[in-house]
Every structure is written in structure tokens, then in C-alpha cells.
């Protein structure tokens, strides 16, 4: 089992930047998937970013089409955190997101499902 700690959330105008991190114990990143997620107030939960590790060096990244190009998803692996470098925030990206991990191969499943453990989320909030 991991766990998830995410931080980083907060509130941020129009066109700002915010950077989540979410820190793992438990084991370490080689041989599994990091996600994130978000779910906004009356919506489903919804597919971010993920990154994949294979021998401890970055696979690929992942990303929803609704924030590519202003959204980054990085890792460290000697700290076991992930982070998502969120840029050109719109009010439409206010949500509370979620860190997920899962353990075994992953091919960039957008379904929530297909992640075992869950962090217990952080709220970002974006003006207009």
C-alpha cells in the first residue's frame, strides 16, 4: 500500500501558476504510475496527468487534452514525490485534485479505477 500526502493547492487569479506536490511512502516510484486527478463540485472525477517510471527513470507523461501545454507533471525519485507545475490556470481548472498511484504496467489509462491508492486531496481555486 502507498501513501499519498498532496499539498501545494490554494487560490490564484486567472493566468497564475500554482505547483502540486505529492509525497509517497511506502516504496519507491520504480515500476509504477503516479497520477492526478480532480473533481470539481457537481462533476465526475477526472483524468489530469500521470507518469510512469520503468527502472527508476521517467517512461513517459500523460496528459488530459484539456491542460496540455499549460500543465507539467515531473517526479523525484530520491524523494518519492511527484509534482504537477500548473500554468495559464482558468477558472474552469478550480477543482480539488487528487494523487493517485498505481502498481504494476501502466499504458496511460485515463480511468480512475486503474489506480489503487489515493491521497486525500487539495483544493485549487482559480478567479476570474
Known amino acids: 500500500q502507498v501513501q499519498l500526502v498532496e499539498s501545494g493547492g490554494g487560490l490564484v487569479q486567472a493566468g497564475g501558476s500554482l505547483r502540486l506536490s505529492c509525497a509517497a511512502s511506502?516504496?519507491?516510484?520504480?515500476?509504477?504510475?503516479m497520477g492526478w486527478f480532480r473533481q470539481a463540485p457537481g462533476k465526475e472525477r477526472e483524468f489530469v496527468s500521470a507518469i510512469s517510471w520503468s527502472g527508476g527513470s521517467i517512461y513517459y507523461a500523460y496528459y488530459a487534452d484539456s491542460v496540455k501545454g499549460r500543465f507539467t507533471i515531473s517526479g523525484d525519485n530520491a524523494k518519492n514525490t511527484v509534482y504537477l507545475q500548473m500554468n495559464m490556470l482558468k477558472p474552469e481548472d478550480t477543482a480539488v485534485y487528487y494523487c493517485?498511484?498505481?502498481?504494476?504496467?501502466?499504458?496511460?489509462?485515463?480511468?480512475?479505477?486503474?489506480?489503487?491508492?489515493w491521497g486525500q486531496g487539495t483544493q485549487v481555486t482559480v478567479s476570474s
Open positions: 493517485a498511484a498505481r502498481i504494476g504496467p501502466y499504458s496511460g489509462s485515463r480511468w480512475s479505477g486503474d489506480f489503487g491508492s
Open positions: 511506502g516504496r519507491t516510484f520504480s515500476g509504477y504510475a
